[in-house]
């Protein structure tokens, strides 16, 4: 089946949110008095939803906060960086408007959905997305295929016809599992490996090779 629908994630591959995130972390460690060099950034990093990643930090680092305050003090953290300064990528902007013109455009994050509402708004990107999910949404985040069978529900899309434009292996993965194509946009902070990389039906090196010729070349 051609493509109708293309799905981006957020971090990554529209945003440059990686340095934020480590900051806020780094930040709510020492409210919490603990150590920073205890995180194992690789196993903590992932496309796990809110409710998870919290779970995770207050669990393995003895956190004195519950979930939902760790939640709700890196949200508002992030959102005081992104105020004074959005992190785009370069060609976000310009490739979410080429697409839009021909498909169908949604969005799966594992963002918190505050995030991802004003990303979309402080960017002006929002009216070019139908719909777009959080993995807080669902019940698990990526790898699981559950945000990306989500906003394809919400779009009326079926999996098989939508492309799915990542950067990380969690997020390959779990557009792979939904049954979408991926195009991968390789990012530093989450580097694919030969294999992860295989997975993906098509790789590029920017925002600006994506074009919608590309996605229909799929």
Known sequence: MPPTTVVFDMDGVLLDSGHAWKEVLQELF????RPWSALDQQAFAGGDNSRQWASYLRRMHALPWSDDEIVRWVTDRILERFRVSLPLLPGAEAAVARLGARYKLGLASSSPREIIAFVLRASGMEPYF????SSDDVA?????PDVYLHVCALLGTAPDTAVAIEDSPMGVASAKAAGLRVIAIPHVWFPLTGDELATADLVLSS???LQPETVASL
Do not use: M
């Not at 020492?30 to 008095?33: Q, T």
């Not at 698990?140 to 699981?144: D, E, L």
């Open 30 to 33: 020492r409210a919490c008095d």
């Open 130 to 133: 139908t719909a777009w999910v």
């Open 140 to 144: 698990s985040g990526k790898p699981a």
């Open 207 to 209: 925002l600006v090779e």
